[in-house]
């Protein structure tokens, strides 16, 4: 079994900073990409950033410059780093992963995490 635990959200207020980890766990083989999502209310999904094995990024257009994703891959750990968030911003962050285990590749998803950010 593959899980993704994500943490780290919270309320803040906008111009503010919030870093979220995503830990995965279980015997897989390999993990690779990893990406954030976020779902704001009434809207759909969104992939906001990705990041393969060998450190390779991509952003979407909204948080260019503001957020960073990194990956600790001794660890099987993501993050995201946000920077100058505004209320925009808010919505479920989601961990997300494509996953090798038991000879099958399969995308994983956490459970979200909250972040809400107050103008």
């Known amino acids: 079994q593959v899980q993704l635990v994500e943490s780290g959200g919270g309320l803040v207020q906008a111009g503010e900073s919030l870093r979220l980890s995503c830990a995965a766990s279980?015997?897989?083989?390999?993990?690779?990409?990893m990406n954030w999502y976020r779902q704001a209310p009434g809207k759909q999904r969104e992939l906001v950033a990705t990041?393969?094995?060998?450190?390779?990024?991509n952003y979407a257009d909204s948080v260019k410059g503001r957020f960073t994703i990194s990956r600790d891959n001794a660890k099987n750990t993501l993050y995201l780093q946000m920077n100058s968030l505004n209320p925009e911003d808010t919505a479920v962050y989601y961990c997300?992963?494509?996953?090798?285990?038991?000879?099958?590749?399969?995308?994983?998803w956490g459970q979200g995490t909250q972040v809400t950010v107050s103008s």
């Open positions: 997300n992963a494509l996953v090798l285990y038991s000879g099958k590749w399969k995308y994983y």
């Open positions: 279980g015997s897989f083989f390999s993990i690779d990409p």
């Open positions: 990041i393969t094995s060998v450190g390779r990024t």
